[in-house]
Every structure is written in C-alpha cells, then in structure tokens.
C-alpha cells in the first residue's frame, strides 16, 4: 500500500522548490510576431520615430512579476505597454488634457485592448495629472536616441536605423515639485526636453536605466477631437464602400495628401465621449475593419 505522508512529503518538497519559485529577471530586447487577441490581429513592428495619438488607461493591479521583456514589473516607475513597439523602448507622453509631459520606459506588451494607445503605471499616471482610473487622452512620442541606445545596450537587438525629426520651438515650464519627486535642475534648450540619463547614453554609448527620473514638463493642453479612424484609400470608390458598412455611425470621407497622392480617408467624429468612441470601434471591428483605431486630432 502507497505511505501517502510519503507522496505528501514528495509534493511538498516539489512545490516548495519549483512550482512557486517565482520567476527571475531577465531583461532581452524583444519584438515577436503577430499574435491575435479576441477578433483583433497585432503586427508587432521596429520604429525609433512613432508619433502617434490616442486613449492611455492605467495598467491594472495583478500583474504577473516580470513584463514582457524581463524587467520586473514596477506600478511606482515610469513604464507603459505597447501593443506593437519593440521593447523596450524610450518615449515621451503627453496628458492631451492637461499638457502634462513625462519619459517613461515601454517594456511590456499591454493587454492588446484595440480601444487604447497604451497602458501606464500608476505612478506615471499620477504624474501626468490623471484623476482615479481615468481614461484619458494622450500622445505617444517615441524618442529615437535613447531607443537606439536601450536596443544597443542588449545584446542579440537589431542595429535599428533613426530617421531624425527637426525640432519645434516648444513652451515648457517647470511645476512646482510634485507628492514624492524630488526638485530638480536642469537646463533645458528651447525645445529640447533632454534627460540626465538620455545624456549620459548618448556619452557613454549605453541605454538608459530601468528606472527613469521622474521630471514633469507642461506644455499647452490640447485635449483635440476624438475621432476613430478607419481605412485610407487611393481610390475614392473603395472609400465610399467602407463608408456606407460605417453609415449607421455617421461615417464621413476625407481627402487628405500623402507627398504628391491625394487619399481618402474614412473617419467616424468628433466624437462626444470615450464611451461613444469604443462603441463606434466595437462597431468597425465587427463590421470587418481591423485596422480602424481611436486617434485625437
């Protein structure tokens, strides 16, 4: 007959031992392929030069201890997820609503919710100004310095090329020192937010570290429209065809120019509320339209 204390005893030692083991950090640059969450398809791609629009919503509480890249998984630093960036990556993000700026680190993959830009900390969302679980507009601004720096600080990343953007003059001012930061000095060229950490990549040919300061730049507000996009096309007729599938949500057309082409695009807006925008997408999606997305213009 089986001695069961002796079965006990075994699982024990394996459960004390392996299965609650908790997973160690293994920081890795990481890209992926295509993967599928509900009905819609993600296209993971490299870009050091993203400028993009949309909904930021705070990442929720229950984490698993390491992100998508290895890090370990921190509510008090300044991260966010990405649907389809490398990882990580360094960007800046923009409170639309309030002007409020900060450079976090992307180094996770984010739920995949079609209806969101990216996911931050909660610690990110405090500083840029969000009330409670908040779902607020933001701008998402991929710097290509310290990206390249970060990917060239891991080994096995690829040597990604940057395609430079001229700086505009831009209004900053410093806050006065918010809950738990530390008052800083830095000097600050017109236009140029540039970290102590971005400095020393560039110096020292290495990426920016995990945790990154927590410096607060305001700029004007510009809370925009929301609007969901659809489809662009190079020819107006595909344009009306997607527009009658979207005619129930008040579908319009607009010509708009890409270098020498003239496109139409297809856009449900503005928009009165998030909650009329992820219903208007809810729509597009089921209406066969994956790559229709909530921009702020």
Known sequence: MTDLRAVYATLAAFVAHGCTEAPKPDLHYVLGGPYKVGTVWFYPHESNNLDETGLAAIVKDGHARLTSDGEVFDQTALAAAHPTLQLPAIARLTNLENGLQVTVRLNDRGSGDPHRLVEITRRTATLLGVQGDAVVRMRLQVLPAESQATADALPGAPKLAISAAPRQAVEVAALPPLAGVQPRHESRASGAVTSASAKQAEAVGVGPPLR???????????PGKLIVRLDTFSQRRYAVEQQAKMSSAGA?????????????????????????????LDQALAAGIPDARIVIE
């Open 252 to 280: 319009g057309i607009v010509p708009i120019r890409e270098g020498r082409a003239r496109k139409f695009r297809v856009q449900v807006g503005p928009l009165s509320d998030v909650a009329r925008a992820d219903a208007v």
């Open 212 to 222: 990154l300061p927590e410096v607060v730049v305001r700029t004007e507000p510009q």
